[in-house]
């Protein structure tokens, strides 16, 4: 007897489909055998989905009985085909019809007692069976929500082996799971960080808020203790809401990862910060088995960098092409994958060593030390840093002003939608999508200015010494400023306040000169 | 004046200065780059520390300035700071700057001051104990300190810790019987410590350049005005502008700081920023660091 089941095989998040088929051949010596370019641990599963079978009350016949995962020139890696294997085993051995069969797809783990075991990586499987015409997927009951929240497809959640060939067979009705992902949205709103929470800070707020509008990196430059972290901590807050279809973006990205929590999907926008020791592997992701890494695992939030400098130049240079491409790619021996990649870039740093530079009651720090403390920072991702901010250290002052109502994230997050509504208008039809993505040749279309404006630049490109990078970072600045008043021309105080945001520049960080 | 070339003059030379001959441990001879001070003119050390405040530098560069414009002689010791800061604006104001190096005349040292290292052969000279080649050590700067305060009528000095190579300049001036001015600071302020202890010690405090001319005894014509903010300047700036200015001091401030002090409740942040531009760019204002700003000594008269 010979049978096929359709499964999805994953690297990193590009799906393809695979099928488990089994022949069952009289004559020869009785032997299982599984082929088709398989990893280490898929060969290993042969013994477990035996064991799987026996103890599910399924009997192997002794004959010669042969496995093949197809097609060959995929890599088969992973957990997830011992279902469609067993499945198709079952099915060679004339125990589920092969009526409607074609149709469905499946994947999950199996236990040696029989029971299935959640997978990673179901989302997105799903995801793509349902592109490819299929109308059932079989699911770990495990991961049956996650599943559940792909439309157009019937997601069904089996709690193990037997459970599965009789719902194949027919002979035990299973309710598809199905979640409405905008239900789901509509009442998870409550961020934990909020910037109601911060007191003052509003030259901080201030320029979060302009980075954010025009989704511009930004870089939070204060001594120790004035609540840079806390800060950025508060930046998913005020990004605008999020949609379904990025929902299920990061929902996919955080189902390979294994990371979903017991909600199954991703509701809020991510914050992601990983500690200065993070390698370099760790932030781009990859593996034998490849997961996303902390660049992908923040796509759609904020990819927050604490103590910025104390980050190991390998770290920081991964940055580049995700931050350029918005999506990483990874290449391995066993063929390269990509993994989406478009956050937020956040970070924030001391003034110098000790942090307490230029305040020299406190800071000992020699010049060419709070130089050197900052060339650790690279030029090259100085230049994709359009903002950067000075938080205060919180004085006792503020703390006393407890009266003063500070403004929540929802308001605040109500003026950064209205900013990315006319960008949004503003870039119809082209590839740019904010004010960030705008390079050297749309400046001029798009950030226009008047005779008054060109000469207040011309003053401050000579007596501020700036550089032609910097001219770039301001305008594209000053657009989003602009916008976030409303204001179709870019004027000369949206200009000041996009330099007084201008990103460090080594040479006239002390200015006196 | 003097040529690129270096000469070593021996003490025995007859264009050894006067002034260090009569001095505890006099040097056996100069090498010299460019001019030596003229014995015809006062001449003033400015010194001070080498990671200074804002504060330090903006009064440095005043007195300095200052100074050049009466036709003073500034020396000091080339370094980071005050030290270097005094000797650049000397330049800049078509003064007279001598530099006393620790180290061969060949030496560019520190090298965020080649600037001055470049132009001050037009402008004064540069002096050393040491032949060419040889390298800055700590342990040889007291040395250098001592022809320093030697070649100078006053010593001033605008910020220093408590235990410092300032201190060590100002006891081999004592020593030399030099007269000693100190800038006065805020008695918690570490680099201004041992200034105000000098004060507490007998040095005149430097009020303004004029302390340091009287000590000199030059004393210019009485007309202008005491008060020390440049009136002229201020007066070309709006109201709001005047506000923003007077918020600010020479320590620098934070934008947070700024934003929320009671007397621009009444002005729009954007406004404070656009207004905070402007005075940069007028040179009254300096950022440092940050989105911290300071007074720069422009606004001095
Ligand atoms: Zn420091």
């Known amino acids: 007897m010979f049978s096929s089941i359709n499964t999805v095989a994953l690297n990193g998040m590009d799906a393809k489909l695979v099928r488990a088929e089994t022949d069952i051949s009289d004559g020869g010596l009785p032997i299982l055998e599984m082929v088709g370019f398989l990893a280490g641990e898929v060969k290993e599963s042969k013994e477990r989905i035996k064991t799987a079978l026996r103890n599910s009350g399924f009997l192997i016949p002794p004959k010669r009985i042969t496995v093949n995962l197809s097609p060959a020139d995929i890599k088969k890696s992973g957990s997830a085909f011992d279902l469609p294997v067993a499945i198709s085993l079952i099915q060679a051995m004339g125990l589920i019809p092969e009526e409607g069969i074609g ?49 157009e497809i019937e997601v069904i959640g089996v709690k193990n082996l037997a459970e599965a060939a009789e719902y194949l067979s027919g002979n035990q009705e299973i309710m598809p799971s199905q979640m409405s992902v905008r239900q789901l949205l509509r009442q998870s709103r409550e961020y934990e960080s909020d910037f109601s929470n911060i007191r003052g800070q509003k030259a901080l707020k201030r320029g979060i808020e302009v980075a954010v509008s025009g989704m511009h990196n930004i870089l939070i430059i204060g001594p120790p203790g004035s609540g840079k972290t806390m800060a950025a901590k508060c930046i998913p807050s005020i990004l605008p809401e999020l949609s379904e279809d990025e929902c299920l973006e990061i929902s996919r990205i955080y189902s390979v990862a294994g990371a979903l929590g017991p909600e199954g999907l991703v509701l809020q926008r991510p914050f992601v910060n990983p500690h200065h020791t993070v390698t370099a592997q760790a932030l781009a992701g990859g593996g034998s088995k490849p997961r996303p890494g902390a660049v992908s695992m923040s796509h ?185 008043y409303h204001s179709d021309r870019i004027n000369t105080d949206h200009l000041a306040e996009a330099i007084a945001y201008r990103s460090i520049d080594r040479r006239y960080w002390h200015g006196d000169r | ?116 290292f470049k132009k001050i052969l037009d402008a004064g000279g540069l002096i050393s104990e040491y032949p060419v080649g040889t390298a800055p050590k700590k342990l040889r700067f007291p040395a250098r300190n001592r022809i320093i305060s030697a070649l100078s009528d006053c010593i001033l000095v605008v910020e220093a810790r408590e235990k ?130 300071h007074l720069t000594d422009k606004i001095l008269k």
Do not use: W
């Open chain 1, 300 to 484: 759609r939030g904020v990819l927050f960098l604490d103590e910025l400098p104390e980050f190991t130049r390998g770290a920081l240079e991964i940055l580049r092409q995700p931050m350029e491409d918005k999506e990483i790619h990874i290449s391995r021996a066993a063929g390269s994958c990509t993994f989406p990649a478009d956050f937020l870039f956040a970070a924030a740093m001391n003034p110098c060593k000790c942090g307490f530079y230029p305040d020299r009651s406190r800071c000992s720090c020699s010049e060419p030390e709070v130089r050197k403390y900052l060339s650790k920072i690279s030029q090259p991702l100085i230049d994709r840093i359009d903002i950067s901010v000075e938080a205060q250290e919180i004085n006792f002052e503020d703390l006393r002003r407890r009266d003063e109502e500070e403004e929540t994230s929802a308001e605040i997050r109500g003026r950064v939608t209205d900013a990315v509504e006319i960008q949004k208008k503003r870039y119809e039809g082209t590839k740019i999508k904010f004010n960030a993505d705008l390079k050297i040749g749309d400046l001029k279309r798009y950030c226009p200015v008047g005779e008054k404006e060109e000469e207040l630049l011309r003053e401050a490109f000579s007596k501020l010494g700036l550089s032609v990078r910097a001219y770039h970072r301001i305008l594209r600045c000053a657009r989003t400023i602009a916008d976030l």
């Open chain 2, 164 to 293: 410092s190579g300032t201190k060590i300049t100002v006891s081999h001036a004592l020593e030399q019987g030099k007269d000693i001015l100190a800038v006065p600071g805020r008695i918690y302020d570490p680099l201004s410590r041992g200034c105000n202890s000098l004060i507490a010690d007998g040095a005149a405090p430097a009020l303004s350049p004029e302390s340091v001319l009287e000590v000199l005894g030059i004393f210019r014509d009485k007309g202008r005005t005491k008060d020390s903010l440049n009136k002229n300047l201020e007066e070309k700036l709006s109201s709001e502008e005047r506000d923003v200015l007077h918020c600010l001091d020479f320590d620098p401030k934070g934008l947070e700081e700024i934003i929320n002090d009671r007397k621009l409740k009444d002005v729009a942040r954007e406004r404070i920023i656009s207004i905070l531009l402007k005075l940069q760019l007028l040179g009254l204002v300096n950022e440092i660091g940050r989105q911290k700003y």
């Open chain 2, 1 to 116: 004046m003097g040529t690129g070339e270096e000469r070593y003059i021996s003490a025995f030379d007859k264009d050894f200065p006067e002034k260090l001959k009569n001095i505890p441990m006099p040097p056996a001879g100069i090498y010299v780059k460019g001019a030596l001070p003229n014995p015809e003119i006062p001449s003033v050390a400015i010194i001070g520390a080498r990671e200074a405040s804002a504060y330090g530098i903006s009064v440095a560069r005043y007195f300095s300035r200052e100074l050049s414009k009466a036709g003073i002689q500034i020396i000091s010791g080339m370094a980071r700071g005050i030290d270097g800061t005094a000797q650049r604006e000397a330049i800049l104001s078509g003064g007279f700057s001598f530099g006393v190096l620790g180290c061969g005349t060949d030496i560019i040292y520190p090298r965020e001051n080649a600037d001055i």
């Open chain 1, 103 to 151: 149709s469905v797809c499946m994947a999950g783990e199996l236990s040696l007692s029989g029971d299935v075991i959640g997978i990673n990586g179901v989302l997105p499987m799903v995801m793509y069976a349902r592109d490819k015409g299929f109308k059932r997927f079989i699911v770990p009951y495990a991961n049956r929500e996650e599943g559940g929240a792909a439309s």
